[in-house]
């Protein structure tokens, strides 16, 4: 029986008064409440995903909000939840309406009608339920969804999140574990205060690593290189629900106006994505190479890592990283190898993600061994591991194993790395393909690092040679191609990490 996890999320917003929560909680936006679902067949919704069914009920929008994030970062089927009547504008009235439903539930059993149903949840692996909060309890029109739907929800997985202004949320797990009693709830609660609406995307995005879903499964380890074009990557989605350019600008080595006029130059062709380093020595390089760019901030993916000797005081070198790089945020951080403290160091960059101040974290030097070390020890799963990988040092079973997890895989070293550049350049198997392409080795290499769904991160000053790697989607690797690249493995690293 495939795992199925059910997520409820709570949304509230407007101050509390007297200690309790109330259907002004769901009306940070205003807006004329929803008809009831015009669909004519609600009652069977088929999956889009096979994987994700989004439920949410939303009386002024902001819980719909909710949803769309969750929607987006799991690529989901959503569905809304409707009552038979709808709830009025004016809040007086829906206080006095609500306050009579939870009472008729409480004293009788007698839920609110509502149009929405669910023949079946067979066709989905996740189910998310969003609801608001109503005094210290369940939506209504939820409460009546749930309660229709035991029998079918009965040996589910349950996860339960609550988000409320000020109340505690011990009466809406309750009235969840009533509603949901054959569900086997799955992790402790999330409870979401309105102080953290303006940060929805980033405590959707850490609550949905907390819960271990694997995003990523279907597509980490093939990206659909039809939607790129030269000059301009397609992305992977992370396992944090954020989106990454599969090409990037290693800096390593650059410094000074070399570094900020290469970074500059890389955005100028198309880059999106740069990475960085403390041991590089560049971050206020990168930084300034981003803000002198021209291109909005939010256009570019950037990454540093910190490094192991950072990581018995991680708050004060990620606080360094911020300070130097000064872009506001920073789209994911890195441990540049295992080491003593890295499991501190990482729970502190988890923090940061938690402030919005951090998108994701990821690791680099980490195999297996190290990788199934470090895992059960961390809340929220490394949305990536960058490592060695090149024609000459394939380390495919790493790949693999990282595929498996649902992590992302960037080669810091797609062309072999210094003093090695030209023996995988002037490669018999490597030029004669380049030929019969009319390409470059080095666009050959990271082709075939593309198309084993590896992502690329070359590093170059060179303003034509940047432009060349980003000039690899007018052309594709045939199946025997890739097998003769494949056979070039010699399992021979280049550096010692």
């Given at each position: 029986?495939?795992?199925?996890?059910?997520?409820?999320?709570?949304?509230?917003?407007?101050?509390?008064?007297?200690?309790?929560?109330?259907?002004?909680?769901?009306?940070?936006?205003?807006?004329?409440?929803?008809?009831?679902?015009?669909?004519?067949?609600?009652?069977?919704?088929?999956?889009?995903?096979?994987?994700?069914?989004?439920?949410?009920?939303?009386?002024?929008?902001?819980?719909?909000?909710?949803?769309?994030?969750?929607?987006?970062?799991?690529?989901?089927?959503?569905?809304?939840?409707?009552?038979?009547?709808?709830?009025?504008?004016?809040?007086?009235?829906?206080?006095?309406?609500?306050?009579?439903?939870?009472?008729?539930?409480?004293?009788?059993?007698?839920?609110?009608?509502?149009?929405?149903?669910?023949?079946?949840?067979?066709?989905?692996?996740?189910?998310?339920?969003?609801?608001?909060?109503?005094?210290t309890r369940m939506a209504t029109p939820m409460q009546s969804f749930?309660?229709?739907?035991?029998?079918?929800?009965?040996?589910?997985?349950?996860?339960?999140?609550?988000?409320?202004?000020?109340?505690?949320?011990?009466?809406?797990?309750?009235?969840?574990?009533?509603?949901?009693?054959?569900?086997?709830?799955?992790?402790?609660?999330?409870?979401?205060?309105?102080?953290?609406?303006?940060?929805?995307?980033?405590?959707?995005?850490?609550?949905?690593?907390?819960?271990?879903?694997?995003?990523?499964?279907?597509?980490?380890?093939?990206?659909?290189?039809?939607?790129?074009?030269?000059?301009?990557?397609?992305?992977?989605?992370?396992?944090?629900?954020?989106?990454?350019?599969?090409?990037?600008?290693?800096?390593?080595?650059?410094?000074?106006?070399?570094?900020?006029?290469?970074?500059?130059?890389?955005?100028?062709?198309?880059?999106?994505?740069?990475?960085?380093?403390?041991?590089?020595?560049?971050?206020?390089?990168?930084?300034?190479?981003?803000?002198?760019?021209?291109?909005?901030?939010?256009?570019?993916?950037?990454?540093?890592?910190?490094?192991?000797?950072?990581?018995?005081?991680?708050?004060?070198?990620?606080?360094?990283?911020?300070?130097?790089?000064?872009?506001?945020?920073l789209d994911l951080m890195l441990l540049h190898h295992p080491g003593?403290?890295?499991?501190?160091?990482?729970?502190?960059?988890?923090?940061?993600?938690?402030?919005?101040?951090?998108?994701?974290?990821?690791?680099?030097?980490y195999y297996i061994r190290e990788m199934s070390a470090f895992l059960?020890?961390?809340?929220?799963?490394?949305?990536?591991?960058?490592?060695?990988?090149?024609?000459?040092?394939?380390?495919?079973?790493?790949?693999?194993?990282?595929?498996?997890?649902?992590?992302?895989?960037?080669?810091?070293?797609?062309?072999?790395?210094?003093?090695?550049?030209?023996?995988?350049?002037?490669?018999?198997?490597?030029?004669?393909?380049?030929?019969?392409?009319?390409?470059?080795?080095?666009?050959?290499?990271?082709?075939?690092?593309?198309?084993?769904?590896?992502?690329?991160?070359?590093?170059?000053?060179?303003?034509?040679?940047?432009?060349?790697?980003?000039?690899?989607?007018?052309?594709?690797?045939?199946?025997?191609?890739?097998?003769?690249?494949?056979?070039?493995?010699?399992?021979?690293?280049?550096?010692?990490?």
């Amino acid at each position: 029986m495939r795992k199925v996890m059910f997520f409820i999320l709570l949304m509230a917003g407007i101050p509390l008064t007297l200690g309790t929560c109330s259907p002004k909680d769901d009306s940070v936006n205003t807006e004329t409440p929803p008809a009831p679902n015009p669909d004519p067949d609600p009652d069977n919704p088929q999956p889009d995903n096979g994987r994700f069914l989004v439920l949410y009920f939303s009386r002024s929008g902001n819980t719909r909000a909710v949803a769309n994030e969750i929607k987006t970062q799991t690529d989901g089927t959503i569905l809304e939840v409707t009552p038979t009547t709808a709830y009025p504008s004016d809040y007086n009235a829906t206080l006095s309406r609500a306050q009579q439903e939870i009472s008729a539930i409480d004293n009788n059993g007698s839920y609110p009608s509502i149009n929405t149903a669910v023949e079946n949840f067979n066709g989905y692996d996740i189910i998310f339920i969003c609801t608001p909060l109503w005094y210290t309890r369940m939506a209504t029109p939820m409460q009546s969804f749930l309660n229709a739907h035991s029998q079918k929800l009965a040996n589910k997985r349950v996860a339960l999140a609550v988000t409320s202004t000020s109340s505690g949320i011990s009466s809406v797990v309750a009235d969840a574990g009533r509603l949901c009693s054959g569900s086997t709830f799955a992790g402790e609660a999330l409870w979401v205060r309105s102080s953290q609406l303006g940060s929805v995307r980033e405590t959707v995005a850490t609550w949905l690593g907390t819960l271990d879903l694997n995003l990523n499964q279907n597509n980490v380890s093939s990206f659909d290189l039809s939607k790129g074009e030269n000059g301009k990557a397609p992305t992977v989605r992370l396992s944090s629900g954020y989106d990454m350019p599969i090409v990037g600008l290693r800096t390593y080595s650059l410094h000074g106006n070399v570094c900020v006029n290469s970074v500059i130059a890389a955005i100028r062709r198309g880059f999106r994505k740069l990475d960085t380093a403390h041991m590089y020595g560049n971050e206020e390089e990168v930084g300034q190479g981003v803000r002198e760019s021209g291109v909005p901030r939010e256009e570019i993916f950037v990454a540093t890592k910190l490094y192991s000797n950072q990581y018995s005081n991680p708050e004060a070198a990620i606080e360094g990283c911020l300070r130097k790089l000064d872009i506001g945020y920073l789209d994911l951080m890195l441990l540049h190898h295992p080491g003593a403290n890295d499991v501190k160091a990482y729970k502190a960059i988890e923090k940061y993600v938690a402030q919005g101040k951090i998108r994701s974290i990821g690791l680099s030097n980490y195999y297996i061994r190290e990788m199934s070390a470090f895992l059960p020890q961390v809340t929220v799963k490394p949305v990536l591991v960058q490592n060695e990988i090149h024609p000459y040092y394939q380390d495919t079973d790493v790949i693999n194993y990282m595929h498996e997890q649902g992590i992302v895989v960037e080669a810091w070293y797609p062309l072999g790395g210094r003093g090695h550049t030209a023996a995988l350049f002037n490669d018999p198997v490597i030029a004669g393909i380049a030929a019969a392409h009319g390409k470059s080795s080095a666009q050959v290499i990271l082709r075939w690092d593309l198309q084993k769904g590896v992502v690329v991160i070359p590093g170059s000053s060179n303003p034509d040679h940047i432009e060349e790697n980003i000039s690899i989607f007018d052309f594709e690797l045939t199946d025997e191609e890739m097998s003769r690249i494949n056979a070039l493995n010699r399992n021979e690293k280049h550096d010692w990490y």
